[in-house]
């Protein structure tokens, strides 16, 4: 019988070859669109259930003391603190961009284990008061090499920052970003002090990490307690909060887009339905001969969805293949804006199993239409 | 006839309607016949007469309104639908005017069709098909499609179809209507044997005086109702051109070989 739903699926090639590729494009188009939506949500998976972000209290843009490093050191529960700021330089041309951070790195790369760098380029980057540590994909996009002196413009800090590359870091997950350069707050100072004494020893915010998750919540109240009332207030919250944060402007566009991904499957839901029921039209006076010859209603209905599926995973296969290719051109022309382009294992098999999820619905109703052919009568209308 | 064997087929008192437009629309009135283990019946009668409304009756394919109707023994009226396929995959092969065959599969595959249903196995699958395409005279013809083969080709096929199973009752709905003269014959010469060499009992409904005169037993419906039922003095049918002008010998229509 399974010979018979083979058979029918290559009945009409172009009809079944414009459903295949009908399907592939919608898993493709399903799969990139939940890649996408991912790699907004990259910077949240990866958060550390343990790491607390205490930024100014007004906003992102202002800044805080660094003497508050030692007072939040102080608190109980803590077990690191780190700060950075934010540089917003670029790179010999305005458009290469990509995130700089200034940071106290012996305490800001201890708190991101994630970023893993080799012992002995770890030493050469804390001993050079120059040195600067990129992502391997960073480091990539440039050519660049370790030793190789790299020029950053500063727009949040004026001036021009001449740095060493003495480390490469990669992530421990395909979804740690690999696109970030991190040099020595203390180089930023320097210049800083020269030049606007005023923004010196001011950070952008400090990391801290608390001995266990539990003590995320008391631990952010107990640092905006302390600067309460004070010239810079802070806000404390988790770092999955603080990257939400930042990408919730864009919650709107993530909607729409997760609800295409699934309007997506919904058009080849018909498409494939079409299909098939325009089959089962044409063969119920063949679906009338298999019955009187004592097949049951259930044999029919195994021939159709044995047809539907075979479609479906035809086409979802294809539109699996096709898949990355696809991510890796999308991943490649637009490094800039993701930088991490996550395709997880997980969107596959979903990307799958709508697929066999369309094939089972699309052949219900054929099923169900050839089930209640009536023999008599649909041998009349062909003989 | 053999006088010995029960009736394969008694119908008494049978009655069958299809409701069109919000009323019934009465088809067969009143039919009561019977008809011995291999006998070859044709049934003739104009167009709209109810023979394949009969036919469809007799094999288990439609149900009566009323009326008895039993197949070797078994009640068909009682029957449930699961029960009434099982019995027609078992007791009845069927021959069609368009032959019906399934257009993507291959001759062997057409006629292995009704075996899997059975609990043969492959094997022996294989070897009751090409028994049957042998019969037929098509062996030489097992992989190919319906529609490499001619129309009576494919009568053949459909006919190897019918009786791979081994059925008691091959139902025959003008299975030469679409044929010319010379496809028709074989395939009559081939329902002759399997009547005559096999012992089946074939019911035949068709519109050419010739083929049925090859039968022994000629039954006229006329409207519905059954108004002729005559035999010819041939005690089975026969084969190749027919003697012109068999007598005719009309006994008065009843039951009863
Ligand atoms: N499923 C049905 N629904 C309604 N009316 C039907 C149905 N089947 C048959 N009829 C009617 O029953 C009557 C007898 O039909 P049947 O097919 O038995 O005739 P027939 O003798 O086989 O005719 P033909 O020689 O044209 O095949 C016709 O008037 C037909 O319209
Ligand atoms: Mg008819």
Not at chain 1, 133 to 139: H, I, Q
Not at chain 1, 266 to 292: C, F, P
Not at chain 1, 363 to 377: C, D, H, M, T
Request: aromatic content about 8%; overall charge neutral; hydrophobic content about 45%.
């Amino acid at each position: 019988m399974f010979k018979l739903s083979w058979r029918n699926s290559l009945r009409h090639p172009l009809r079944s070859g414009l459903t295949i590729s009908g399907m592939a494009v919608a898993v493709l188009a399903f799969c990139l669109l939940r890649t996408v939506v991912a790699a907004w949500y990259a910077g949240v998976t990866t958060a550390s259930p343990v790491r607390l972000v205490v930024r100014n209290a007004v906003s992102l843009t202002f800044r805080l003391p660094m003497s508050y490093y030692a007072r939040i050191q102080a608190l109980p529960g803590i077990k690191r603190v780190t700060y950075g700021s934010w540089v917003g330089g670029t790179y010999i041309d305005e458009k290469n961009f990509f995130p700089q951070i200034a940071g106290h790195l012996p305490t800001y790369l201890a708190i991101y284990p994630e970023f893993v760098i080799a012992s002995d380029e770890m030493s050469a980057l804390l001993q050079d008061r120059r040195g600067c540590v990129a992502g391997r994909k960073l480091a990539e996009r440039y050519g660049w090499r370790l030793g190789d002196l790299i020029t950053i413009t500063g727009t949040a800090y004026p001036g021009r920052y001449e740095l060493v590359l003495r480390a490469i870091y990669r992530g421990d997950a395909p979804t740690v970003d690999e696109g970030r350069m991190y040099f020595h707050y203390d180089f930023l100072n320097e210049t800083i002090k020269k030049r606007m004494p005023d923004m010196a020893d001011m950070v952008g915010w400090f990391m801290v990490q608390v001995d266990s998750p539990e003590l995320v919540g008391p631990v952010s109240e107990q640092i905006d307690a302390m600067f309460a009332n004070s010239l810079a207030e802070t806000k404390t919250e988790s770092e999955a909060a603080f990257v939400l944060g930042m990408i919730s402007m864009t919650e709107a566009i993530i909607l729409a887009i997760r609800v295409v991904s699934w309007l997506v499957i919904g058009v080849i839901l018909m498409v494939l339905s079409n299909t098939m029921a325009m089959s089962a039209r044409e063969r119920l006076g063949e679906y009338a001969v298999l019955k009187t010859l004592g097949f049951r209603p259930r044999h029919l209905a195994g021939v159709i969805l044995g047809e539907s599926l075979l479609l479906a995973l035809m086409g979802g296969i294809l539109g699996l293949v096709l898949t990355f290719p696809a991510v890796y051109l999308f991943k490649t022309s637009l490094s800039q804006y993701f930088r991490v382009f996550p395709l997880t294992n997980l969107t596959l098999a979903l990307g799958m199993a709508t697929s066999l999820a369309v094939g089972v619905l699309a052949a219900l109703f054929p099923a169900w239409q050839a089930s209640r052919v009536g023999i008599a009568e649909a041998l009349r209308k062909v003989g | 006839m053999n006088e010995v064997k029960p009736p394969l087929v008694v119908i008494e008192h049978l009655y069958k309607s299809y409701r069109r437009g919000g009323q019934d629309l009465p088809v067969l009135e009143d039919i009561s016949l019977t008809i011995g283990d291999g006998e070859f019946l044709a049934l003739m009668g104009p167009s709209g007469s109810g023979k394949t409304t009969l036919l469809n009756l007799i094999a288990g394919l439609d149900r009566p309104n009323a009326g008895r109707l039993t197949v070797g023994g078994t009640d068909l009226t009682q029957l449930s639908e699961a029960q009434l396929a099982a019995w027609r995959a078992r007791h009845v092969g069927f021959i069609f005017q368009f032959y019906q065959l399934i257009p993507v599969l291959t001759a062997f595959e057409n006629v292995e069709l009704p075996l899997l249903l059975t609990p043969l196995s492959r094997r022996e699958r294989r070897e009751h098909v090409e028994l049957a395409l042998e019969l037929v005279g098509l062996s030489d013809r097992k992989a190919h499609y319906p529609g490499q083969l001619s129309g009576g080709q494919q009568q053949r096929v459909a006919i190897a179809r019918a009786l791979v199973t081994d059925p008691t009752l091959i139902s025959a709905d003008e299975p030469t209507g679409d044929l010319d003269r010379d496809s028709a014959n074989e395939i009559l010469d081939l329902m002759c044997r399997l009547n005559t060499d096999f012992g089946k009992t074939i019911i035949l409904v068709t519109h050419d005086p010739e083929a049925a005169s090859r039968a022994p037993r000629l039954i006229r419906l006329i409207k519905g109702q059954l108004i002729r039922d005559e035999r010819n003095d041939a005690r089975s049918c026969h084969l190749a051109a027919p003697e012109p002008g068999a007598p005719e010998n009309p006994p008065p229509a009843g039951p009863g070989p």
